[in-house]
């Protein structure tokens, strides 16, 4: 319990700035399928007792995710990968207490396969279950046990393929979204650019490993101007385009040309992310700041947000990597906060691919 509360003054769950200390300790199933990964969890309490993913490959061959074959292979791994995380915890089916699945944003088929089941599946053992939105579960990702929970509010960036998003977190169940991107999400940028110098999709992790060895000065690339909270990568990705353009000519089996691409680009993409999230969270007067979703599993992006936090003063909060990429975990520790606030869901309740945030 963090140490400025004290035992009388919290009720049952939540003490009274609206920040949990503790959430039931029921047996919640945590379902994801949102994209190309098949990812289940099984949680008690906030304690992950395993979590089982199947990636698809298929996907590489194309440069990116094909709908249809990932909704196919959703089909394929999602009972497998159900029994896989059942066994690793210990559990029977009877052990749950209820299920949780992403209800969107994502593919309409991936969300077609994993809500489907997870509904079907709930119903069959009569247990509540629980729709989740994706993006706010990449936010809750940080109250699984095992990192330093939220203990105030915070202002956290998600960064995925997908999405871009400033969050303003009053508790849990108030996130309030004060930036976003106007046309690709830093992921994409990543994939992008990676594909445009032929590293395999998805390409933010090979980018990563390339920089590392890199000069990040040897490219300047144009960082967009927008004003206010929001985020703009389409200048940064022509940019990159214009330059390569420039200067491509016999270097496809360059390394190092490579390598000095990936570390100047992720030297623009952190600084841009890092720059906005400070100033969102001064505009907010937030002394604590969080990454989340597939980018923040970056080295260069983790250690400029815990620069960022070190000369400020702030708390720094970044998930463990098995929780920043999609997972079952993330699903199941928002169907345990959904519990203690809201109505379970419906059988009707289908999947929503566009599902706003707020
Ligand atoms: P989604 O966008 O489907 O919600 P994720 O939250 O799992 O998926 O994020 C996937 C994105 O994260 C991809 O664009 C991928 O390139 C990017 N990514 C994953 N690891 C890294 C890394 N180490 N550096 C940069 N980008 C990364
Ligand atoms: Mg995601």
Redesign the pocket.
């Known amino acids: 319990m963090p140490d400025f509360m004290s035992e009388e003054s919290i009720p049952e769950f939540v003490q009274p700035g609206g920040f949990p200390v503790s959430v039931p300790n029921a047996i919640m199933l945590g379902i994801e399928s949102?994209?190309?990964?098949t990812s289940i969890a099984v949680m008690k309490g906030d304690v992950v007792l395993s979590q089982f993913t199947a990636a698809q490959h298929i996907h590489s061959k194309y440069g990116g995710v094909v709908p249809e074959f990932a909704s196919r292979a959703h089909q394929k791994h999602i009972l497998p990968v159900l029994n896989g995380a059942l066994e690793r915890a210990g559990c029977a089916l009877s052990d749950l207490n209820g299920i949780a699945y992403t209800r969107g944003p994502g593919l309409n088929g991936s969300l077609l396969v994993g809500s489907a089941f997870a509904r079907s599946l709930a119903w069959s053992l009569n247990l509540p279950m629980w729709p989740v939105h994706?993006m706010r579960a990449?936010v809750l990702a940080h109250w699984i046990s095992g990192g330093d929970a939220p203990a105030e509010p915070m202002m956290a960036l998600t960064v995925?393929?997908?999405?871009t998003q400033l969050v303003d977190v009053s508790s849990p169940w108030d996130l309030n979204v004060v930036g976003t991107t106007l046309d690709d999400a830093a992921?994409?940028a990543?994939?992008k650019v990676a594909k445009m110098i032929g590293l395999p999709y998805?390409?933010?992790?090979e980018?990563?490993r390339l920089a590392q060895e890199g000069d990040r000065f040897a490219f300047e690339f144009t960082s967009p101007q927008v004003a206010g909270l929001d985020f703009s990568f389409s200048g940064l990705k022509t940019s990159v385009l214009r330059t390569l353009e420039k200067n491509k000519e016999g270097r496809e089996k360059d390394l190092k040309w490579k390598k000095d691409v990936c570390a100047s680009l992720q030297h623009t993409i952190v600084a841009i992310l890092v720059s906005r999230l400070e100033k969102a969270a001064d505009r907010f007067g937030r002394k604590a700041i969080a990454i989340q979703?597939?980018?923040s599993?970056?080295?260069g992006l983790r250690s400029a947000i815990q620069e960022l936090g070190a000369r400020r003063g702030w708390k720094v909060h970044i998930p463990p990597f098995q929780y920043c990429?999609?997972n079952g975990a993330m699903i199941a520790m928002s169907g345990q906060f959904s519990s203690m606030k809201s109505k379970p869901g419906g059988l009707g309740d289908g999947p929503l691919p566009r599902w706003p945030m707020t």
């Not at 949102?34 to 990964?37: A, L, R």
């Not at 995925?160 to 999405?163: D, I, L, T, W």
């Open positions: 949102s994209c190309d990964d994706h990449h995925s393929g997908g999405h992921g994409e990543f994939d998805p390409g933010g992790p980018v990563n979703g597939g980018v599993a970056n080295s990429t999609d």
